[in-house]
């Protein structure tokens, strides 16, 4: 899919070492990235358009809306109508591809950067020290269902991954468009995991990986069709069936 650590020094070195496998390590984004920077993933030999704005998100200033953990969702119907005006494509190369090239984790002000601010929004009872760390707090990973009360064990992901916007047309993007992709806050676009789930899930599209927790299906499905639509990205068959399955989870 897309297809982090309390301890920052660390996350520079598990980075290193697992950029190799595509995993990410603590203070990571689901495409194996870590929370200082990203690393590489798939690159797209085929651009693809920057496309229109959905219609505005239910969430206001980067907060969830009511019965959502995200922001920026919309309805399931909204989401329909932006899955079906989706542009048909074969996933691009690799060639290119990497993490450098979307800016991340940008500095959001007050010594915080994107994943600090991620960690803040998604828990409950987040406490921070001065340099914006995250030291206690405790927070439900929506892809299983597991509770964790260790910002050390949790990972920001991307729920479009870097490399798979990459092969979805994000290749033909300049740095800014990338940094800000990145660095969604407004978009259902980073969300705060478990580590396992976030690795599990690597680059994949959700035709080849999906949340463990089912009842995670509704949301993601929306999310990820959503961020797609905004960036005007590429869908194959197989990722428009499973994304339709996903949001026929919904109630609504």
């Known amino acids: 899919m897309g297809r982090q650590s309390g301890v920052r020094g660390a996350a520079v070195v598990v980075a290193v070492l697992l950029g190799i496998s595509g995993c990410g390590g603590p203070g990571s984004s689901g495409d194996g990235k870590t929370g200082v920077t990203p690393g590489p993933g798939p690159a797209s030999g085929t651009s693809r358009g920057a496309g229109s704005a959905p219609p505005a998100p239910s969430g206001a200033a980067g907060q969830p809306a ?16 932006q899955l079906a005006a989706l542009t048909t494509g074969k996933p691009g190369t690799m ?5 450098d090239k979307f800016t991340h984790w940008a500095e959001q002000g007050n010594k915080c950067d ?3 601010v991620v ?10 020290d001065a340099e914006c760390r995250a030291l206690t707090g405790r927070w439900k990973s929506l892809y299983d ?7 050390a064990k949790l990972d920001i992901d991307h729920m479009v991954p870097l490399a798979e916007a990459w092969r979805s047309g994000a290749a033909a993007w300049d740095a800014a ?16 995991v478990s580590a396992s789930s976030n690795r599990s899930k690597g680059d994949q ?11 995670s299906w509704c949301q993601y499905g929306r999310a990820w069709t959503t961020v797609k639509s905004h960036y005007g990205l590429t869908v194959t068959d197989g ?4 994304l339709t399955t996903m949001i026929d989870t919904c109630a609504s």
Not at 119 to 128: E, F, I, N, P, W
């Open 66 to 81: 009511p019965g959502d953990v995200l922001p920026g969702m919309v309805s399931a119907a909204v989401a329909r109508t």
């Open 114 to 116: 994107t994943r600090e």
């Open 145 to 151: 269902g597991v509770t964790v009360t260790e910002a």
């Open 95 to 99: 060639a290119g591809y990497s993490r």
């Open 177 to 192: 468009r990338r940094k800000a992709f990145a660095n969604d806050l407004t978009r259902p676009q980073l969300l705060a």
């Open 205 to 215: 599209s959700p035709d080849l990986w999906q949340p463990t927790d089912k009842s």
């Open 239 to 242: 990722e428009r069936a499973m």
């Open 119 to 128: 960690l803040k929004r998604d828990g409950a009872d987040v406490t921070q």
